[in-house]
């Protein structure tokens, strides 16, 4: 059975830090990994998706990386902002038929300013 | 395009009630999911379909029934609705193939008295 655990739950960093955000899955077997952020009270917001023949994506300031034969992802966050404050999740995309995505519970960022 | 849409934002039942969600996508994507939303729980399936006509249960489908009649459209329905069953749900999209990402609509926020 895939499990998602995402450690911290919860992070506060002060304001312009480079920060780094974990998730770790239990079967290497999946297709790819995709973070998403979280605002209070709304919906999901898809910030990277790796594929499992990647081992990285970047998009501005952030940066996912993948290591599938240890089963572990990171999201680096660079010279954080305020606007970052949010719950980043992370989901895998399982291979196999069943096409299920299976999510981490989420850290919960918060950047003082 | 509007994405992934939800009908209603918000809703609030008394237990035994019925009710159905509607979850629209106009990217002609061919999976599509249902997930509820629960404090420290993070996001779990309840029910999914990959493609028209076709549906299955996710972790949580107790309770709940879902429809797929046409590609575009999934509903989640609650025949009886308890106070468990109190959450924020989401539904999703994905177009069909390996490597693409997830696509969410802004959420339901239901209250079950």
């Known amino acids: 059975k895939q499990e998602v655990t995402q450690i911290p739950a919860a992070l506060s960093v002060p304001e312009g830090e480079n920060l780094v955000l974990n998730c770790s899955f239990t079967?290497?077997?999946?297709?790819?990994l995709q973070w998403f952020r979280q605002d209070p009270g709304k919906g999901l917001t898809s910030l990277l998706l790796?594929?499992?023949?990647?081992r990285e994506q970047t998009s501005g300031r952030l940066n996912a990386s993948l290591d599938k034969s240890s089963g572990r992802s990171t999201l680096y966050i660079a010279a954080s902002q305020p606007g970052d404050s949010a719950t980043y999740l992370c989901?895998?995309?399982?291979?196999?038929?069943?096409?299920?995505?299976?999510f981490g519970k989420g850290t919960r960022l918060h950047i003082l300013p | 395009n509007a994405g992934v849409t939800q009908t209603p934002k918000f809703r609030v039942l008394k237990t035994g009630q019925s009710m159905t969600l509607l979850c629209a996508q106009d990217?002609?994507?061919?999976?599509m999911y249902w997930y509820r939303q629960d404090p420290g729980m993070g996001l779990r399936l309840i029910h999914y379909?990959?493609?028209?006509?076709?549906?299955a249960k996710g972790e949580v489908p107790d309770g709940y029934n879902v429809s797929r009649l046409k590609k575009q459209n999934f509903l989640l329905g609650l025949e009886s609705a308890a106070p468990s069953q109190t959450s924020v749900y989401f539904c999703?999209?994905?177009?069909?193939?390996?490597?693409?990402?997830?696509?969410f609509g802004p959420g339901t926020r239901l209250t079950v008295l």
């Open positions: 989901a895998v995309r399982r291979m196999n038929r069943d096409d299920k995505i299976i």
């Open positions: 079967d290497s077997a999946i297709y790819n």
């Open positions: 790796i594929q499992s023949s990647q």
């Open positions: 990217m002609n994507h061919e999976y």
């Open positions: 379909s990959v493609g028209e006509g076709t549906t």
């Open positions: 999703a999209s994905v177009m069909r193939g390996r490597n693409n990402e997830q696509f």
